[in-house]
């Protein structure tokens, strides 16, 4: 029997199974994220961590299991459901920034906003403030080939912020940086997120950037290891 829900939490799991023909990527796992909690997910090439994050963020649906958000079930909700909530519940900060090249940067960070029905004058009134905060004052008119790796990503970053989430999920955000340039720029999530009230969840093979984070999730074939809590 999986455990009982956590009233507390914010966004939980349970049960949760993905499979791929005949391998299990997830094969059963219960987690849980407190509101405002930053969390590391780590473990070899393979384990299923990615998995997890695309099913908690509703990318992909689980084959078997449960996740709530806020008290709500979503695993059930439809493709349409699932889409309206990955643009106003979730934020996403990829490894590559994923930014839309033809796009300035600001228009970049309003995009979520846009898209969810925002009048331009606001998306983008809200994408120069969060594009100040952190750091990138007067590079709101330029291209993602015209900053660099640590800006492009702190583009994601605002982007990720501006609709006011309640979740960021991060896949290997710093993985195409410099180790100087991942650290400041995880600094800025961290910062970022905590200001905005936000859970921050990460998926990375940093193991000191995991090390730096409250509590650390270890996942071995598409089961969890271990939960390790920073004191």
């Known amino acids: 029997m999986n455990p009982q829900w956590n009233s507390r939490a914010l966004l939980s799991g349970r049960g949760l199974v993905k499979r791929y023909g005949t391998q299990h990527a997830l094969a059963g796992v219960d987690i849980d994220i407190q509101p405002g909690e930053a969390v590391a997910i780590v473990g070899p090439s393979g384990s299923g961590k990615t998995s997890l994050l695309h099913v908690l963020a509703g990318i992909l649906r689980a084959d078997e299991g449960e996740i709530h958000l806020a008290g709500q079930r979503i695993d059930q909700f439809s493709e349409k459901k699932r889409s309206e909530l990955r643009r106003t519940e979730f934020g996403f900060v990829f ?23 925002a009048g331009r004058k606001q998306a983008l009134g809200a994408a120069r403030e969060w594009l100040g905060r952190l750091g990138l004052q007067g590079r709101g008119g330029s291209r993602p080939g015209e900053l660099s790796g640590g800006q492009a990503q702190r583009v994601a970053i605002a982007r990720a912020l501006t609709h006011q989430p309640k979740v960021i999920f991060a896949d290997e955000p710093t993985g195409a940086l410099d180790t100087r340039t991942g650290k400041e ?15 921050v969840l990460i998926v990375t093979h940093d193991r000191e950037l995991a090390d730096s984070l409250p509590r650390t999730i270890v996942i071995r074939d598409g089961r969890i290891a271990s939960k390790v809590a920073v004191p």
């Open 95 to 117: 490894q590559q920034g994923m930014l839309v090249a033809e796009l300035t940067a600001e228009e970049n960070v309003a995009l979520p906003m846009l898209l969810a029905g």
């Open 185 to 199: 720029t995880m600094d800025a999530l961290l910062v970022a997120a905590a200001d905005a009230g936000a859970s």
